[in-house]
């Protein structure tokens, strides 16, 4: 029986996908749920799952091409319970069948040396009978198969790449962009086209939260199973600024402004395919360990192309640390619709005033981007000042203060 693998269907945002990688080839045997290719749309890689066991009898669209919604794929001819031969199997030989096969004794013997599918071999003998030239010729078609798709592997590998033959070579290499890097590129720079960008910095003391989470990163781990990092306390101090300074929650839309009474905010993640920005929905309901344990996944998950649409969709506010990559000080650009975003960047050592006295305490700067036709100067160094004065007093997080 023939199965036709589709295209699944997009979200309205997305109107096509580019097909990315196959992960089978045709004559190969695969399992149900297990992933046939991988498409790239605006925002996620999708990865289209086997609907049935079966063999991939033709694929529709290659590597590259781009596709819509219920646009086929590929084919699938199904097989239930295909027989693989061994030794441990008691398997017929001559006179009686395998599945409609009538094996010969050396095709047999072949077979179960090989590990082979004795349903993938066509027979050339007398009534399909399948003999020991059948199963030599389906071995060397199979190793041409793995062959072309080493030699197309290494081809996709060194993509365009130019070198010129000299004492003083210069390599350039060209490839394409990304759908998703290419999406980021466009968000970008419409963000800077359509909104009235400012930024406004600050920086904190960061030694309070590093003596809280000195104090009690053991136990917190010991009980959660999740490491207490600095991000759950910044989402923390974040959500107390946010209510206290709604606009900043807000986005446009047309000639109104939409206030969000509920907080999901978005974290910036390096992936390998570029900058995602999954969303921690209702942020303010969620404990130190859910936003630590959260973020994680999401980690994970960017990190093996492994995010959903259903991760990547809202969010009212975001939140990138360049800080782990040793940026000092930056100018975040605002995620569209968003109205504002918060820099986090490297703590480091500084001397600073405290009482009269210098000494040394662990700074960081932050920075606020910020949509300035709907967040007033004053509301954005506000709220700063808001973020900055719950991390270097955490215990406000408890008391709401």
Known sequence: MSIEVKVPGLPESISDATVVAWRKQVGDTVKRDEPLVDLETDKVVLEVPSPVDG??????????AIVTADQLLATLKEQNNSPVLDEHVSQPVNTETAGEQILTPSAKKMIIENQLVANEITGSGSGGRVLK??????????????????????????????????????????????????RIAERLLDAQHNAAILTTFNEVNMQPVMDLRSKYKDLFTKKYDVKLGFMSFFVKATIEALKRFPAVNASIDGSDIVYHGYFDI?????????????????????????????????????KNNQLGLEDMMGGTFSITNGGVFGSMMSTPIINPPQSAILGMHKIQ????????????????????????????????????????DVLEDPARILVGV
Do not use: C, W
């Open 55 to 64: 063999l991939l009898m033709s694929i529709s669209e290659e590597e590259g």
């Open 133 to 182: 030239e059948d199963v030599m010729a389906h071995m060397q078609n199979a190793k041409a198969v793995e062959t072309a798709q080493l030699e197309k592997s290494v081809k996709a590998e060194s993509v365009q790449a130019t070198k010129i033959e000299s004492d003083d070579a210069r390599i350039e290499k060209r490839v394409p962009m990304t759908r998703l890097r290419s």
């Open 266 to 302: 978005g974290v910036a993640i390096a992936s390998p395919r570029g900058l995602v920005v999954p969303v921690l929905r209702d942020a303010d309901q969620m404990s130190l360990a859910e936003i630590e344990r959260s973020i994680a996944e999401l980690i994970d998950k960017a």
């Open 349 to 388: 050592q500084r001397a600073v005033v405290e009482e009269g006295q210098v000494v040394a305490r662990p700074m960081m700067y932050l920075a606020l981007s910020y949509d300035h036709r709907i967040i007033d100067g004053a509301e954005a160094v506000q709220f700063l000042v808001t973020i900055k």
